[in-house]
């Protein structure tokens, strides 16, 4: 016990000095250490959850209903077997989902369900959030729920260990609000690369799964990092060889057989649709019952277990099945049995993780489009001129279109299944199939969390709606702390210093004044007044670099749910930032800078208006307004928030409104956000300067 003090002692030193130094670093320094580290975590969560996964199934199938899936020629190609005691199956899968979702509801509800999708709502709105104990749950439970027949992927999990790493890797380096969705997203690039022995294909599906009409170009450098670490660890124990084997047999050479691939990315989109109206409408039917939520998946499972003991391949990842789609060996299967598989894939998947069970749905999303592309080779192979050889070409291109389509991720969904296959030659049919299945799913997307582009993301959000803020650093919005304080002084002393000042926290700083963590009004009220101070200070609490944007320091307020922050340079206190300080500062510069502020293309100018509470406004949502034409909402400040105007956000009285508008539009614009009281204000006149900035 005597050497715990002191070790404790000198991790509180050395933490501040690590993160200072991380923080400070530049950016390719900074994402080589990170993106190792959080690479090394997704490799050795992917070797775990992949033991766990293997155990399950020898135990519930295995041992219990004397049935072992088939699987891909990369992990040992076991042959396709029939079920010894197919009775049991319903039995099976049942007690596999009441077990997964005793343990997902009572310790980690956010754990249920496909874990990408969670990863990705963590990265526009929460990255410092995930808890450590949801990648634990998240492996036993999908560990379970597949091993035991249920219906889903491998991805889920371990895209899960790895963001839920780089999410604490956030709160303990007190990365900034960027730097912890980048971790994030490389958190799920690395996890899903690993277990899919894909690093290229993964790296770019964790900047690339984000949007649906975008990509963020930030976390590629970091994911590629990471991806191939993690790659590599696992490679090292379970093998580098592709999944599906190398499947260079398959290639493409006549350019008439671009209308098979054209018909089958037609097909592919609209089986895509299918499997999102499915499983989100099952989701849907799930919520709305009111028995107790762990009990559903055992529900769903019993629905699972019966459709297994007629098609034993909707059971668990389905993997070797799809590994007959690649070889003659698929006319060994009954035509009929290829034909429902991908449809019984669809529903088995809506109801083992729609009914709250744990897993992936990008594995069986592959598994859908490689069978539906075997089985229209095989209703195509003895009518059609032309066609490929064997089923290889139509099942690759077939997972490629289907799943690169409904994720909205076509470029990383196709480097992935060239990785899976070890074939590229069918890079160039896939893009006509991926092309046309994307135009058929449209804005439909099996992730609800992703977000249409950059602009409408939080991490994004500031720098698009109020473009000035991006170009003013924290340094220039600061303004004195009205109370510091020093480790050694009494919880009595610096509680009524705080009271007079009227502050929320008060900085600590150590003996050398640095910034040792922030003591909260609230936590100096409850302890005790004679107590040092120094052991109330949180060392997690956000900061914000006086280099730092605006814009950044108004995303780490925001990720933190707090309406100020310290401000430091080299770990050294040199101020504090309240949103109030920097939407002063953003007005001082409109008055001052105002030629910074332009619409792209065209002269404009912001006009800005305090909605009164008789405004026909109030009540209204954004997108319910009729905005006169050549003008755009780009900020609301309501109170001390500042809010990005999407559709969904109602006016209230009260609301500074900051609406871009171009000359000629200016006079209508400041008609729509007058009163209603009088007469519109006067357009600008034809003289004024582009770009000032006016106020209705």
Known sequence: MSGAVPLRLRATAVLPALRRRIRSAPYLRKWVILGALIGVVAGLGAVVFFTALELGTRLFLGLLAGYYPPGPAGEGAAPITPVARPWLLPVVVGLGGLISGAIVFRFAPEAEGHGTDAAIGAYHHGPRRIRARVPLVKIVASAITIG??????REGPTAQISAGFGSFLARLLDLDARDARIAVAVGIGSGIGSIFRAPLGGAVLGAEILYRDDVEAEALVPSFIASIVGYSI??????FAPIFGNQT???FSQPSQLLYYALLGIAAGLVGLLYIRSFYGLTRWFRSWTIPRALRPAIAGVAVGLMGIVLPGSLGTGYGWLQSGFSTQLLGIPLWVILLLPFAKILATSLSIGSGGSGGI??????????????MWRVLEPIAPGLPADPAPFTIVAMMALFGSIAHAPLAVMLMVAEMTGN???LAPAMVAVGLATFVVGEASIYQNQLRDRNESPAHQYRSAVPLMASLSAGQALRAPRCVARPGETVAAVLQRAQYAKVPGVPVLDAAGLLAGIASVEALQRADPASAVGS???TSYPSTQGSDGLDRALEQMSDNETSWLPVVDAGRL???LSVRDVMAAYRRAMQGNVREVRGPGEDGTIVEATLAQGSPLVGASIAAVRWPRDSVAVAIERGKALLVPRGGVVLAAGDRLSVFAARDAVGAVRALLSDGQGPPAPSV???TAPGTSESA
């Open 148 to 153: 035991s027949g249920g219906s889903a992927g």
């Open 234 to 239: 696992y490679g090292s124990v379970e093998g």
């Open 249 to 251: 047999h398959a290639t």
């Open 362 to 375: 990008f594995g069986p999303g592959m598994v859908i489009g490689g069978l539906l592309g075997a089985g």
């Open 424 to 426: 590229l030659s069918m």
């Open 536 to 538: 109330l200070a949180d």
């Open 574 to 576: 040199i101020g504090v």
């Open 685 to 687: 006149e034809p003289g």
